[in-house]
C-alpha cells in the first residue's frame, strides 16, 4: 500500500499499533495484574487516546534538509581546496621568483677544515668571508666572489639550510641539480654523504623530502631513487641487483647507455629505479648504492672517490584525482671525483686513468655550465657521459647549485685556485654584470618580500587544510548517518574502472546517435549520416577499444607500477587518474610493502620470479614495449 502524505503514513501506523496492542493485550493478560483491574478498552468510557510514534518513520523533510547538507559540505570543501590550490600557486610563484633573483645557477664554497695529517702553518693561506674568499699566496692576493662562502667551522646543519630552498622547488616539479666540486680529499664525500654522527646533504635532502611532502595538502608526491656511477666515462648502476662487482669488471657489466627522447627528456636504459615509500626505505637504498662506489686510495685521501657518484630522486606530484595532473620533478645530487694534479696524487696506471677520465668529464661539466650561463646556442652536452645525463636537469627551468671545496692548506693553494677558478667560470655568466649597491639592496628588498608572501600563502594553505579536515569529518559523518537511514546516497556511485570508462566513452556517440535519430538525425543531409561500411569500421574500433580497456584492468590488477613515460604512454588524463591511484594503492598494500627489504636485501625466488612474471604477462602491446624499454623496478630486483 502507498502512503501519499506523511499524516496519512502515521495515522495508519497508529491505528494498526493500536489494533496490535489490543491483541496482544487480550491474549495474553486477560486477568487483572497484581490485583488492579485491567483496563478495559470495551468499557461503555471512550477510548483514551493512543499516541503512538513509530521511530522507523522519519519525516521526509529530515532526509531533504540531510541531502541538502550534504551538498552544501561538499561545496564547501571543493571551494577551500580551490582556494588552497590558488595559495600554493602563490606560493610556487613566489619561490620562483626568488631563485630567479638569487639566480638559477647558484655557487657556494665550503672550506674544509684542518685535519690531523695537515701541515698547520702560522699563516693561513685562506680567509673566508660570508661571500667571499681570497687567498694569498707568493706574495699575491686572488679575491673569488660566491653566493656563500662556509669557514672552516660550518656545521652540516647550517650548510643543509642553504640547500633547503632548492629541494622546494623540486618538489615544485623543477628539475634539481645540487654538485659537490673540488680537489680530492676536500670534504666533497662529507658535504654529501657525511657520517652516521654528522649526516651530509643528501641523508637531510631526503628527510626534509618526505617531510615537505607529508605537509603538503594540495597533492600527494610520491618518490623512486636511482644511483649510478660515471667511472672512466661508462655507467655503473649501482642499485643493480647484480652483487657489486669490482670496477674495472662492472664497466664492462654494467655499462648502460643514454637515450634522448624527442622532447628533450634523458632515459638511462635499464637503469634501476627503486620506489621509496618512506625515509627508512630510501636511506636503505642509498647506503646499499654507496657501498658499491669505486673508491680507492691516494696520496692524498685514504678512501678516494675515483668516479662521479649520482643519486637521482625522482618526484611525481599528483594533483587531485579529479584533476589527474602529474608533475615530475628531478633532483640530482652529484658527488663530482676529485679534480687533481695527476703527479700529485701519486697515481699510476688505473688510477692515473681514472684520474684523467674525472678531469675530462669536469672540464666538460664546466664548458656546459658556462654556455648556458651566457646562453649560447650550442651547449656542448656531448662532450661527456655525465653532461649527457644531465643533459635536461641543467638546461632552462633548471636550478643548479653548486657547491665547491677547497683545502685550507699551503700546500694544496695551487689546487684550490684551479677550483675557484672553475667555480667563477660557472658563476661568471650570470653574475657578469656587477651588481651597483643600490641594485643589490633593491635586490635583497625585493626577495625578503617574496620570503614574506611564501611565508603567507604557506600559512594559509596550512589553515586551509585544517579546515578541510573538518568540514571532511563532518561531510563523512552526514553520510555515514544518511545511508544508514536511508541507504546510499544517489551520487555514491562506485569509483569508475578504466574497462567502465572506455565502454562509456564508446557508447557515447552511439547514445548521441540514438537522440540524434529520434530529433536532429532527419535534419542532417544524407552525406553527414554513418553508412553500412563506417558503422562495421566503428565497431571493429570499439572491440580494440574495449580490448585495450580489458588488458589496462588486468594491469592494473597486477599492480604494476609506472614510471614517467610508461604512463604518457596513454594521454587520456582519466586513465592515468586511475591508474595513478592503482599504484599508490598497491603502493600501500601489504604485499607490496613486503616488497622491499626491510634491512637488508632477502633473494626470495619465488616472490621474485612472481613479479616478474607479472610484469612481462601484459596483454597490451603498447605497454609491453615500455615496460621492456623501461628501467628495472625495485619489484624486479634480487
Ligand atoms: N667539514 C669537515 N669537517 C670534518 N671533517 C671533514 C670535513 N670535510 C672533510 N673532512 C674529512 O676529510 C677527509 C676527506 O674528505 P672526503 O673524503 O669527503 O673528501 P673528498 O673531497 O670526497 O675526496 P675524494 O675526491 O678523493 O673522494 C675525510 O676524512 C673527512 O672526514
Given at each position: 500500500?502507498?502512503?501519499s502524505?506523511?499524516?496519512?503514513?502515521i495515522?495508519?501506523?497508529?491505528?494498526?499499533?493500536?489494533?496490535?496492542?489490543q491483541?496482544?493485550?487480550?491474549?495474553?493478560?486477560?486477568?487483572?495484574?497484581?490485583g488492579?483491574?485491567?483496563?478495559?478498552?470495551?468499557?461503555?468510557?471512550?477510548?483514551?487516546?493512543?499516541?503512538c510514534?513509530?521511530?522507523?518513520?522519519?519525516?521526509?523533510?529530515?532526509?531533504?534538509?540531510?541531502q541538502?547538507?550534504?551538498?552544501?559540505?561538499e561545496?564547501?570543501?571543493?571551494?577551500?581546496?580551490?582556494?588552497?590550490?590558488l595559495?600554493?600557486?602563490?606560493?610556487?610563484?613566489?619561490?620562483?621568483?626568488?631563485?630567479?633573483?638569487?639566480?638559477?645557477?647558484?655557487?657556494?664554497?665550503?672550506?674544509?677544515?684542518?685535519?690531523?695529517?695537515d701541515?698547520?702553518?702560522?699563516?693561513?693561506?685562506?680567509?673566508?668571508?660570508?661571500?667571499?674568499?681570497?687567498?694569498?699566496?707568493?706574495?699575491t692576493?686572488?679575491g673569488?666572489?660566491?653566493?656563500?662562502?662556509?669557514?672552516q667551522?660550518?656545521?652540516?646543519?647550517?650548510?643543509?639550510?642553504?640547500?633547503?630552498p632548492?629541494?622546494?622547488?623540486?618538489?615544485?616539479g623543477?628539475?634539481?641539480?645540487?654538485?659537490a666540486?673540488?680537489?680530492?680529499?676536500?670534504g666533497?664525500?662529507?658535504?654529501m654523504?657525511?657520517?652516521?654522527e654528522?649526516?651530509?646533504?643528501?641523508p637531510?635532502?631526503?628527510?626534509?623530502?618526505?617531510?615537505?611532502?607529508?605537509?603538503?595538502?594540495?597533492?600527494?608526491?610520491t618518490?623512486?631513487?636511482s644511483?649510478?656511477?660515471?667511472?672512466?666515462?661508462?655507467?655503473?648502476?649501482?642499485?643493480?641487483?647484480k652483487?657489486?662487482?669490482?670496477?674495472h669488471?662492472?664497466?664492462?657489466?654494467?655499462?648502460?647507455?643514454?637515450?634522448?627522447?624527442?622532447?628533450?627528456?634523458?632515459?638511462i636504459?635499464?637503469?634501476?629505479?627503486?620506489?621509496?615509500?618512506?625515509f627508512?626505505?630510501?636511506?636503505?637504498?642509498?647506503?646499499?648504492g654507496?657501498?658499491?662506489?669505486?673508491t680507492?686510495?691516494?696520496?692524498?685521501?685514504?678512501?678516494?672517490?675515483?668516479?662521479?657518484?649520482?643519486?637521482?630522486?625522482?618526484?611525481?606530484?599528483?594533483?587531485?584525482?579529479?584533476?589527474?595532473?602529474?608533475e615530475?620533478?628531478?633532483?640530482w645530487?652529484?658527488?663530482?671525483g676529485?679534480?687533481?694534479?695527476?703527479?700529485?696524487?701519486?697515481?699510476?696506471?688505473?688510477?692515473l686513468?681514472?684520474?684523467r677520465a674525472?678531469?675530462?668529464?669536469l672540464?666538460?661539466?664546466?664548458?656546459?655550465?658556462?654556455?648556458l650561463r651566457?646562453?649560447r646556442?650550442?651547449?656542448p652536452?656531448?662532450?661527456s657521459?655525465?653532461?649527457?645525463?644531465?643533459?635536461?636537469?641543467l638546461?632552462?627551468?633548471?636550478?643548479?647549485?653548486?657547491?665547491?671545496?677547497v683545502?685550507?692548506?699551503e700546500?694544496d693553494?695551487?689546487?684550490t685556485?684551479?677550483?675557484?677558478?672553475?667555480?667563477?667560470?660557472?658563476?661568471?655568466?650570470e653574475?657578469?654584470?656587477?651588481?651597483?649597491?643600490?641594485?643589490?639592496?633593491?635586490?635583497?628588498k625585493r626577495v625578503?618580500?617574496?620570503?614574506?608572501?611564501?611565508?603567507?600563502?604557506e600559512e594559509?594553505c596550512?589553515?586551509?587544510?585544517n579546515?578541510?579536515?573538518?568540514?571532511?569529518?563532518?561531510?563523512?559523518?552526514?553520510?555515514?548517518?544518511?545511508?544508514?537511514?536511508?541507504?546510499?546516497l544517489?551520487?555514491?556511485?562506485?569509483?569508475i574502472?578504466?574497462?567502465e570508462?572506455?565502454?562509456?566513452?564508446?557508447e557515447?556517440?552511439?547514445?548521441?546517435?540514438?537522440?540524434?535519430?529520434g530529433?536532429?538525425?532527419?535534419?542532417?543531409?544524407?552525406?553527414?549520416?554513418?553508412?553500412?561500411a563506417?558503422?562495421?569500421r566503428?565497431?571493429?574500433?570499439e572491440r580494440?577499444?574495449?580490448?585495450?580497456?580489458?588488458?589496462?584492468?588486468?594491469?592494473?590488477?597486477?599492480?604494476?607500477q609506472?614510471?614517467?613515460?610508461?604512463?604518457?604512454s596513454?594521454?587520456?588524463?582519466?586513465?592515468?587518474?586511475?591508474?595513478?591511484?592503482?599504484?599508490?594503492?598497491?603502493?600501500?598494500?601489504?604485499?607490496?610493502?613486503?616488497?622491499?627489504?626491510?634491512?637488508?636485501?632477502?633473494c626470495?625466488?619465488?616472490?621474485?620470479s612472481?613479479?616478474?612474471?607479472?610484469?612481462?604477462?601484459?596483454?597490451?602491446?603498447?605497454l609491453?614495449?615500455?615496460?621492456?624499454?623501461?628501467?628495472?623496478?625495485?619489484?624486479?630486483?634480487?
Amino acid at each position: 500500500m502507498l502512503f501519499s502524505t506523511e499524516n496519512e503514513q502515521i495515522s495508519l501506523v497508529s491505528v494498526s499499533a493500536k489494533e496490535s496492542f489490543q491483541t496482544s493485550h487480550m491474549e495474553s493478560n486477560p486477568d487483572s495484574i497484581d490485583g488492579l483491574p485491567p483496563v478495559s478498552y470495551f468499557s461503555d468510557s471512550p477510548p483514551l487516546p493512543i499516541i503512538c510514534t513509530d521511530v522507523n518513520v522519519i519525516p521526509e523533510h529530515e532526509k531533504n534538509e540531510l541531502q541538502q547538507s550534504i551538498s552544501n559540505l561538499e561545496g564547501e570543501i571543493s571551494q577551500l581546496k580551490l582556494r588552497q590550490r590558488l595559495w600554493d600557486e602563490k606560493r610556487r610563484e613566489a619561490l620562483n621568483k626568488i631563485i630567479d633573483i638569487k639566480g638559477s645557477i647558484r655557487v657556494f664554497c665550503r672550506v674544509r677544515p684542518f685535519l690531523l695529517m695537515d701541515k698547520r702553518r702560522i699563516r693561513e693561506p685562506i680567509s673566508a668571508g660570508s661571500e667571499k674568499i681570497v687567498v694569498k699566496s707568493a706574495g699575491t692576493r686572488k679575491g673569488f666572489d660566491f653566493d656563500k662562502v662556509f669557514p672552516q667551522e660550518t656545521s652540516q646543519e647550517d650548510v643543509f639550510a642553504e640547500v633547503k630552498p632548492i629541494l622546494r622547488s623540486a618538489l615544485d616539479g623543477h628539475n634539481v641539480c645540487i654538485f659537490a666540486h673540488g680537489q680530492t680529499g676536500t670534504g666533497k664525500t662529507f658535504t654529501m654523504d657525511g657520517t652516521s654522527e654528522q649526516p651530509g646533504i643528501i641523508p637531510r635532502a631526503l628527510k626534509e623530502l618526505f617531510c615537505q611532502a607529508s605537509l603538503d595538502s594540495s597533492s600527494y608526491i610520491t618518490f623512486s631513487m636511482s644511483m649510478l656511477e660515471v667511472y672512466m666515462g661508462s655507467l655503473r648502476d649501482l642499485l643493480s641487483p647484480k652483487p657489486a662487482c669490482r670496477p674495472h669488471e662492472a664497466v664492462t657489466r654494467c655499462n648502460l647507455n643514454i637515450q634522448t627522447d624527442p622532447k628533450g627528456l634523458v632515459e638511462i636504459e635499464g637503469l634501476t629505479e627503486v620506489q621509496i615509500v618512506d625515509f627508512a626505505k630510501a636511506r636503505w637504498w642509498y647506503n646499499r648504492g654507496r657501498r658499491v662506489r669505486s673508491t680507492s686510495w691516494t696520496n692524498v685521501n685514504e678512501a678516494s672517490s675515483r668516479s662521479h657518484c649520482l643519486t637521482r630522486i625522482t618526484m611525481f606530484r599528483h594533483g587531485d584525482a579529479s584533476e589527474a595532473k602529474r608533475e615530475v620533478g628531478k633532483l640530482w645530487m652529484v658527488d663530482l671525483g676529485g679534480s687533481e694534479r695527476l703527479l700529485k696524487t701519486g697515481a699510476t696506471g688505473l688510477t692515473l686513468d681514472e684520474g684523467r677520465a674525472i678531469n675530462l668529464s669536469l672540464s666538460a661539466l664546466g664548458d656546459v655550465i658556462a654556455a648556458l650561463r651566457r646562453k649560447r646556442g650550442h651547449v656542448p652536452y656531448r662532450n661527456s657521459k655525465l653532461t649527457q645525463i644531465l643533459k635536461d636537469s641543467l638546461g632552462a627551468g633548471s636550478k643548479v647549485l653548486m657547491l665547491v671545496h677547497v683545502s685550507p692548506c699551503e700546500e694544496d693553494v695551487g689546487e684550490t685556485i684551479c677550483s675557484l677558478s672553475f667555480a667563477k667560470r660557472a658563476r661568471a655568466a650570470e653574475c657578469n654584470r656587477e651588481l651597483s649597491e643600490d641594485l643589490k639592496s633593491h635586490r635583497e628588498k625585493r626577495v625578503k618580500e617574496l620570503e614574506e608572501d611564501m611565508r603567507e600563502a604557506e600559512e594559509e594553505c596550512h589553515k586551509l587544510k585544517n579546515q578541510i579536515q573538518k568540514v571532511d569529518l563532518l561531510l563523512c559523518e552526514n553520510r555515514k548517518l544518511f545511508s544508514t537511514t536511508y541507504g546510499p546516497l544517489e551520487d555514491e556511485k562506485a569509483p569508475i574502472s578504466p574497462e567502465e570508462y572506455l565502454k562509456e566513452a564508446v557508447e557515447m556517440p552511439r547514445k548521441l546517435e540514438k537522440t540524434s535519430k529520434g530529433n536532429v538525425s532527419n535534419s542532417l543531409p544524407r552525406f553527414m549520416t554513418s553508412t553500412a561500411a563506417s558503422r562495421q569500421r566503428r565497431s571493429a574500433a570499439e572491440r580494440e577499444v574495449v580490448g585495450k580497456a580489458r588488458s589496462l584492468r588486468s594491469v592494473t590488477r597486477s599492480s604494476i607500477q609506472f614510471t614517467a613515460s610508461q604512463s604518457m604512454s596513454y594521454s587520456d588524463p582519466q586513465i592515468k587518474a586511475i591508474l595513478q591511484n592503482s599504484n599508490r594503492k598497491s603502493r600501500y598494500a601489504p604485499e607490496a610493502a613486503d616488497t622491499l627489504p626491510a634491512e637488508s636485501p632477502k633473494c626470495n625466488v619465488s616472490e621474485s620470479s612472481k613479479t616478474r612474471s607479472k610484469l612481462v604477462t601484459s596483454s597490451d602491446p603498447n605497454l609491453r614495449v615500455t615496460l621492456g624499454r623501461h628501467r628495472r623496478w625495485m619489484s624486479d630486483l634480487i
